[in-house]
């Protein structure tokens, strides 16, 4: 499946990664995953993996955080 942010598989279950990403508004500055891919052709498909499983699966059972950038 492609979507606009990138390439999604069959989504299960909310992991702790992807549960990080959503509490972070899936922001990705000041992400350990926005270091990793940093300087490589690959980007991380994270954004579109939680946008998936909240179609899937709905919202993880925690709120996310607010952003405190204005």
């Known amino acids: 499946m492609t979507r606009d942010f990138g390439k999604t ?3 299960r279950r909310w992991t702790k990664a992807a549960t990080s990403c959503y509490q972070r508004g899936c ?3 000041g992400c ?3 270091d990793f891919f940093k300087g490589s052709p690959q ?3 994270m954004k579109s993996t939680v946008l998936e ?3 899937v699966l709905g919202k ?3 709120e996310p ?3 405190i950038i204005q």
């Open 32 to 34: 350990f995953y926005n």
């Open 65 to 67: 955080q607010e952003s």
């Open 9 to 11: 598989t069959s989504v």
């Open 60 to 62: 993880p059972d925690i």
């Open 27 to 29: 922001v990705c500055s």
């Open 43 to 45: 980007r991380c498909q």
């Open 53 to 55: 499983l909240v179609r």
